[in-house]
């Protein structure tokens, strides 16, 4: 079993930036990948972005590349998503996930999940 807690969340003005966490605990798998995915009201839930674990290779959905960094802490176990130039349009439940497929980007290839952290950007 796969425990994930995020934190991070917040109330920030556009062009501010926020940084979440996710902290993993319990049995992974010995090569997986943790992804942040979000979800706005009345949207599908979107992926984000996705490292792999083995080595820290990421990935970014277009609409984040060059505003969003994704680390790791392999000592601690935790994800950091850095966000900056944050948008409107970034106003999101935001997710942490773990696959057992590195390359992994829907939501039905994530079998662990957070509990979710708030993101509210304001105008």
């Known amino acids: 079993q796969v425990q994930l807690v995020e934190s991070g969340g917040g109330l920030v003005q556009a062009g501010g930036s926020l940084r979440l966490s996710c902290a993993v605990s319990?049995?992974?798998?010995?090569?997986?990948?943790m992804a942040w995915f979000r979800q706005a009201p009345g949207k599908e839930r979107e992926f984000v972005a996705r490292?792999?674990?083995?080595?820290?290779?990421?990935y970014y959905v277009d609409s984040v590349k060059g505003r969003f960094t994704l680390s790791r802490d392999s000592a601690k176990n935790t994800v950091f998503l850095q966000m900056n130039s944050l948008k409107p349009d970034d106003t999101a439940v935001y997710y942490c996930a773990v696959s057992n497929r590195v390359v992994a980007v829907r939501a039905t290839d994530f079998g662990s999940w957070g509990q979710g952290t708030q993101v509210t950007v304001s105008s």
């Open positions: 319990g049995r992974t798998f010995s090569n997986y990948a």
């Open positions: 490292i792999r674990w083995s080595d820290g290779r990421t």
